[in-house]
Every structure is written in C-alpha cells, then in structure tokens.
C-alpha cells in the first residue's frame, strides 16, 4: 500500500509540472530560511560549550554606580588587586585567571643572533595571563608543556596560525624569540592546537602575566581604579553558588575600596558571557536573547508564508482534479484513504523541496557567515542535530501545509465532481484563504517596513555629523616609548612636507571611541573628587583645528609637554553646575595629586562615543608620554600619493615598526557592525519574504481565473474591455494588501520603536517610511497577479464559454 501511494503521488506530482514547481520553489526557500536561521543560532548556542568545567566557570564584572544618578552600568574591566585576592580570601573559588588584553601591539620575530627578521602589528588575540588559565579553559598544545607553560615572565605560546605567519612552519616556533613593542623579549615556549572558531577567546599570542610593564598589574594593590583591558575568569569549587560567590566578592571589594567608592563586583557564568551585548567579550562577537527570539520568529513566519502558498496552489487545482476524486469514490475509496494520498503527495513535493533547500542552504550559509562575521560552513549541514531538525522540519511541514487541501480534495460530493459541476462558494474557504494571504502581506510588509527603519537609522550613523570633521583623516600608531616620542617633533615636520598633507595631531585617542579611558578628579580644591566619571584625553595643541572641534567659550589650550591646562566639553560643565559656559574658564582641575591645570576653553558638545550613547563628560589635556596616535588630515586629491609618501617616510623614522593606518570614517563605522549586519540581514529575509507572498498571490490568482472563467468570458460578451476585467479582479487583491497593510503598521511602528529606543541618537518614524513599504508591496503584488488576470481576460469567449 505504502509503494502505490508514493507511486501515484509521484505521478500526480509529475503531471502537474508548473503546479509542482511552483510549490517546491516556495517551500525550498522557506526550509532553507529555517535551516541557515537553525544552522546560525546553533553556532551562537556553541560558544565554549567545550570546556569541561564550563559549569563552574564565571567572568568577573564592574558594576559601576553613578553617585548623581540611579544608573548602573557594568563592564569587563576589573581592578588590578581583585585576582591576586580572591583564592586567599574567598574559599569558593578554586582558580583565578587575570586577563590583560591589549588591543593593538607590534611584534618583531627576531632571529637567532637577536636581529629583526619580520615585523607585524596585531589588533587582536593577544593575551597576557597567568598558568591558571590553563587550568580553568580546555585550549591544547600541538607543541610544549601545558603544565608549565607561563610560568614565568617573558614566555609566550603562539596559536599554531600565528606560528605559521611568524616562522613559516608551526614545527619551527618552539625555543624561538619574538619581541613584543621593541622592548621586551619573549621566548615562544608552545604552539597551540587549532583553536574552535566558537569560542570568546580567539587566541593568537599568549604571553605571560608579569613580562614588562605588566609585572606592574601583578603586583598593584589598586582596588579602587579599573582597566578596560584587564579582567579576570574564576573558577568555582565544586557544588559552589554563583550567586553565593558574587556575595562574597561584593563584602571584598567592599572591604578594600574607599567610603567614597559605591562600585562593586559581580560574578557572571561563562554561559552568559556571548549574549551581553552590552558588555561585550573578547571576540567582539554576542547575540542577544532578543536577537536569537527574532530569528525564530522570522524563520517560523517565513515557513508559514510557504506552507500558505502551497495551500492556495492545491485549492486552485482542486477543480481541475474533481473527477478524479468523483472516480476514486466511485471505485470505493474512502475520505481517510483519500486524505491519506494527498498528504503523501504533499510529502514528496517537501521531500523534493528539501533536496533544493539543501542546495541553497550549502551556498548561502558562508554567505551569512561572511556577512555576520563568523566561521560558518556548509559542512555544520551534516551534523546529527541539524539533520533531526530537518525531520521534524519535514513532518511539520507535510502536515500545515499538506492538512487543509487534503480536506478539501476528499470532501468533494462524487456526483458533483463527475458532473464537473464543483465550486468554491463564497464562505469558509474563501475567507481562510482570503484571511492566509493577508496574513502573508502582513509579515512581508512588517519585514519591509522593519528594512526600511533599519537602514535609514544605519544611514543615520553613516551620514549623521558628530560634531567633528572625520574625512580624509588617517590615523597611525607610533611606538609610545620614550625613543619613539623623542622623534615626534622630526616627524611632524617631514610629514607636513609631504604633498596632500594638510594637518598632523598627535593624541592618546581619537575623538570618538569605544575604549575611552575615564577617570574622576578634584574640581577647584574640593576635599572630594567629583562624583562622576570623565573621558580623559590627553593630545597636542594642533589637535582641535585638526578635528575642526568647535569651542562654546575660551580658547585651545597652549602647546606642552606636561598637562598644564584642559579643556571640557559642555556636558562636562553641566555636571559641575555650571549653565553659562564662561563661567568655567580659570576653574582649577586636579588628577589625583599629580597633575593640576586651569580650564581654558569649553567645547561644544561633539559624540565622543557612538551614536548609541549621549554625550560624556570629557577632558582633553596634553601629556606628550601618553601619546599613541597620529593624526593626519589628507588632501581628498592624490590621496594615495599621499600614503605612500607618509609609510616611505614611517619607515625611515620607525624601520623596526610594522606600518598600518586606518581611515577614521572606517573606524567609527565599525561602531555599527552588528547593527549593519542585520541590516543586510534583514534586507535578505523581506526579500525572500516579498517573493514567497507573490508566489502565494499567483497562486490565489490562478484558483480565481480557474473559478471564474465563464464569469470573464459572460463579460466580455457584455461588453467589458480587457482592462475593466483587470481592475475588476484585482481590486479584491490590492483591498488584501491594505488589510494586512494597516494589520501590519501598528505591529511595526510598536517593534521598531522598542528598538530604536536602545539608540540615544535615532531617526524618527516618519509615516511616509510605512506608505513607501505599503506602496512597494501593492506593486509588486499587482505586477504579479497581472500575467494571470491579463490571461484570463484575453481567453475567447466562446472557448470559455463552450461547456454551456
């Protein structure tokens, strides 16, 4: 029995070729939707879900509390003293890791006289730990000792890539020397095994914990001060509480910090750690809970949209199979049996489907990797759970889409069906279609509308000013050690002798960023320092017309070496109380006991962080030790000359140093990554949406011409024209479009309110953003219903007619 159902479903599936793939066009790219949207999440759900101990692994957090506000925010950062204690002073914690990483450092291989063999500048996997962290994370070794490995100071284990990249051969790394920023080096005692693309922790070069300056962060007794870039892992005793531990770690920082210092610590499980995207984590990468909510929403929505079509498509064949169900009756089959073929024939038409979606999925899947930035592959297609996510894909699939037309094929009356005399009256099944297709339009319309928000808010970004000039300006690190500063002044002046070159700065930071460093100061001899945070800068005197930073009150501070006088922005003088700019010239900052100056100007407020952020308080001083980067503002004209120009001469200046710039516009788009990837992803999913909703169109259409085709040809004997007939028929779609169009708007405006409200800076939704999307939808749906009313309404009449 089960041989002659597939068989005659393969034969019904056969016959009705364009019916058939129609339906596997449609429901292939709904699975393969669902299986890339699958095959994403499951890598996300991934990360260092390896570790044995993973369980019992927790990220120490800041929690940072603002004294003149309710707000509480949190960051990776933690003081200098907090690792050495907690083994000693809580009892919980079996093993604790500091974690310095540093951002962007240069590295010399050198050879085995001591000479420079190559040089690179690294922006990221660069790790400076203790042994511990071995001992808590589950990394192997291709080369070396594990139970030894960063022991000491000045040792450093190479990922077996970055081994390749230095030494031309993994084999070769071990027993060899790189040298870290031109001063300290380190001996490679270890090359890493392969390390898994899901993991936070994409180590590239992992030194120990106490080599150079470092050594410092080792021995520190800071409780009260954080660094962006040093954190800490623990891990936890067995049967220990996360929630008992994070007690104990706010009574120590509680115990060491000063009255006036309100922060505290608190303990987060690894199995956290990739879905704060707030915080963050060291590969850059997170997903939020929402995110992954969304993409199953999508992806569920998208799979109905095609389970619709191929519900319109078998009820617009029904009339053309009535007979042979009024035969199958006839010659004793039953509606069970009935029913029970037309789902087999809907499960091979999945089964077909599946095999398309396969194939779209293996290409689209690095496609999606590449756009979000992850290491996806075709291959993670034939991993058990993915093919038992298939399975039940494909049962759930036969059955939504399979149930309905198996109904009605089976419930036809055989004397009617015979006699050709079956038709759809206006009731029940007609408003489930009718209700199905506005359902479709519904979520093409919301995901167009959420595409239009999405994109004009990245254009927003793109294009919005922020209060300085960043065109055609270059930014360049220079070795912030003492010979590399001593060279600063030569520098700026063979610089600007460079054709193209307009302006050179050089400062700890550029105007915006997201590692900005803060501090708290002493504002006019108070007892207590003032009870917010700043961002501190510390840049030269040309570093204002450079960035063309315009001042509210006083002037730019006089050139130095030392820090002598600041300017504030006005965000600053609002915190301090003070509403009349001018009113804070002469005002005396201190930090700390070290440095002292007079504010001289106030500048008016620019976002200094990205746009997602209101403006922060901000000093700017100069402090020429401090400075890490080159400004140059370029002419628009020859500009390549002009580079050229600029790395001939850096590696004159710097020849033991690895020359890289980056244009500021690219930086402070990168602020927005993950924002622009779901934009484009986005963009795709409306895309795909869009077609599935035109094919579940046709399909309405094809059953109205098939119903109504005497209807058109009594029509056109009375007189109708072609274009009459057209407008007639397709007003009933454009009234289904608009149905799901005011359905859909509220849904939309109420979504994407919701997250625009995680941006301090936004657009405004506009309502021409919500008639553009309603405008798109009608044409494209009228462009594709035409063919069939077109054809419908060129058909003689007499033909039509014929049967009568």
């Not at 315009?550 to 609002?574: H, M, P």
Request: aromatic share 12%.
């Amino acid at each position: 029995m089960l041989k002659n159902l597939f068989k005659t479903a393969w034969r019904n599936v056969a016959r009705h070729k364009s019916y058939t793939f129609i339906n596997i066009i449609g429901l292939g790219s709904g699975i393969a939707i669902c299986l890339v949207i699958f095959v994403l999440i499951q890598f996300h759900q991934s990360f260092d879900n390896f570790h044995s101990k993973k369980d019992r692994i927790y990220r120490l957090l800041t929690e940072y509390h603002h004294a003149d506000s309710k707000e509480i925010f949190y960051g990776k950062g933690v003081s200098y003293a907090i690792p050495q204690s907690l083994k000693t002073e809580i009892p919980e914690v079996q093993e604790a890791a500091p974690i310095y990483n540093p951002g962007d450092e240069q590295f010399q291989v050198l050879t085995k006289d001591g000479g420079i063999e190559k040089k690179f500048r690294e922006r990221a996997g660069i790790f400076f730990t203790t042994p511990a962290f071995f001992k808590i994370f589950d990394f192997k070794l291709l080369d070396g000792n594990i139970t030894t490995a960063l022991k000491n100071p000045n040792e450093v284990i190479l990922s077996r890539e970055m081994a390749d990249k230095y030494f031309g051969n993994w084999k070769e790394a071990t027993g060899r020397s790189i040298r870290w920023n031109n001063k300290d080096v380190l001996k490679v005692i270890g090359v890493l095994a392969p390390v898994p693309k899901n993991t936070d922790f994409q180590l590239g070069i992992v030194a120990s914990l106490g080599t150079g300056f470092t050594a410092d962060m080792l021995k520190s007794k800071e409780w009260n001060g954080t660094n962006g870039s040093f954190g800490c892992y623990a891990l936890l005793q067995p049967n220990a509480s996360g929630d008992q531990f994070t007690a104990k770690l706010r009574a120590l920082v509680k115990k060491y910090h000063s009255p006036d210092n309100k922060d505290s610590e608190v303990a987060q499980p690894l199995s956290q750690v990739h879905y704060d995207g707030k915080v963050g984590n060291y590969s850059n990468t997170t997903i939020t809970p929402q995110m992954i909510r969304m993409l199953w929403m999508i992806a569920i929505f998208i799979l109905i949209i095609a389970c619709v079509n191929f519900v319109n498509l078998a009820t617009a064949q029904a009339v053309n199979r009535a007979k042979e169900v009024g035969v199958r009756k006839v010659l004793g089959g039953n509606r069970g049996q009935l029913q029970m073929q037309f789902l087999t024939e809907t499960l091979v038409i999945v089964l077909l489907a599946l095999i398309l979606s396969a194939g779209i999925s293996m290409l689209a899947i690095p496609m999606v990797g590449k756009i979000m930035d992850l290491s996806l592959s075709a291959g993670m297609l034939l991993q058990f759970n993915v093919a038992a996510f298939v399975a039940i894909l494909t049962i759930a699939v036969t059955l939504i889409a399979g149930f309905y037309p198996s109904i009605v094929l089976s419930g036809f009356n055989p004397i009617n069906a015979l006699k050709s005399k079956v038709a759809f009256k206006s009731g029940r099944g007609v408003s489930l279609r009718h209700a199905l297709v506005i359902f479709q339009f519904i979520i093409a319309q919301g995901l167009i509308i959420c595409t239009v928000i999405i994109v004009k808010q990245m254009n927003y970004f793109t294009h919005e000013s922020m209060g300085f000039t960043k065109d055609a300006i270059v930014n360049v690190p220079f070795p912030a050690d003492s010979a590399g500063i001593s060279k600063l002044e030569y520098l700026k002046k063979q610089l600007t002798d460079i054709h193209g070159v307009e302006q050179v700065s050089f400062s700890s930071n550029i105007p915006a960023g997201e590692d900005a460093n803060w501090t708290m100061f002493t504002y006019e001899n108070a007892v207590k320092q003032v009870d917010f945070y700043s961002i501190i800068k510390m840049a030269d005197e040309q570093y204002i017309p450079t960035y063309k930073l315009q001042l509210a009150a006083g002037r730019n501070f006089a050139a130095s070496d030392t820090i002598r006088e600041f300017l504030v922005n006005e965000a600053l003088t609002q915190k301090l109380g003070i509403v009349n700019p001018k009113d804070a010239l002469n005002k005396q900052i201190a930090l700390g006991t070290f440095a002292k100056g007079r504010i001289v100007g106030v500048l008016k407020n620019y976002h200094n962080r990205s746009f997602k952020d209101d403006y922060a308080p901000l000093l700017i001083s100069t402090l020429k030790r401090q400075y890490e980067i080159t400004n140059i503002k370029l002419s628009s004209a020859n500009m390549s000359s002009s580079l050229k120009g600029i790395e001939k001469l850096w590696n004159e200046v710097y020849p033991d140093y690895a020359f890289e710039y980056e244009f500021l516009d690219e930086r402070i788009a990168g602020f927005y990554k993950q924002e622009n990837q779901l934009s484009k992803i986005y963009e795709c999913f409306a895309a795909v949406a869009i077609l599935l909703s035109c094919l579940g169109l046709y399909g309405l259409a094809s059953f109205m011409t098939v119903q109504r085709i005497k209807e058109v040809g009594i029509r056109k004997v009375l007189g109708s024209s072609v274009s009459g007939i057209v407008y007639l028929f397709s007003k009933e779609f454009v009234v289904m479009i608009l149905i799901g169009f005011i359905i859909a708007t509220p849904i939309t405006w109420y979504v994407m309110g919701k997250w625009l409200q995680d941006y301090t800076y936004r657009i405004q939704m506009h309502w021409g953003i919500f008639v553009l999307a309603g405008g798109i939808a009608i044409c494209i749906a009228l462009a594709t219903v035409s063919f069939q009313l077109i054809k419908a309404a060129l058909v003689n009449p007499v033909k039509s007619l014929r049967s009568e």
